[in-house]
C-alpha cells in the first residue's frame, strides 16, 4: 500500500479541476470541511488523505461515466481538502 502522498502524487485530473482548486486551498479549514466532505473532522492528515482519496476517485469515476449526479463544485472541493491535508502531512513531516 502507497503513503497518502505518493498515491496523491499518481493522480492525474484535468488542469481545469486542477486550477480552480489551487484558488480554495490557501483558505482551507478542515475543521469545517472534513465533517462534510468525509463525515468526520478527528482524523489525523494521512487518515483524512487516505479517506478524501477514495471519495475524490468515485467522483472522477462519475465525471468519467457523465452521470447527472456529477457535481463539479464538489469535485472542487474535494481536491481542495486533498491539497490542504497533503500541506498539513508534509509539514508534520517537517517538524
Known sequence: MQ????????LRRP??????????????DRTAALPRLIGAAA????????ALIEREADLEARRR?????YRPARHVELIVALM????????????
Open 43 to 50: 482524523r489525523g492528515p494521512a487518515q483524512a488523505l487516505m
Open 65 to 69: 461515466a457523465g452521470t447527472g449526479d
Open 3 to 10: 503513503d497518502p502522498l505518493s498515491r496523491l502524487a499518481t
Open 84 to 95: 490542504g491535508e497533503a500541506r498539513l502531512l508534509r509539514a508534520a513531516a517537517l517538524s
Open 15 to 28: 488542469p481545469l479541476l486542477v486550477e480552480a482548486a489551487r484558488f480554495g486551498v490557501d483558505a482551507y
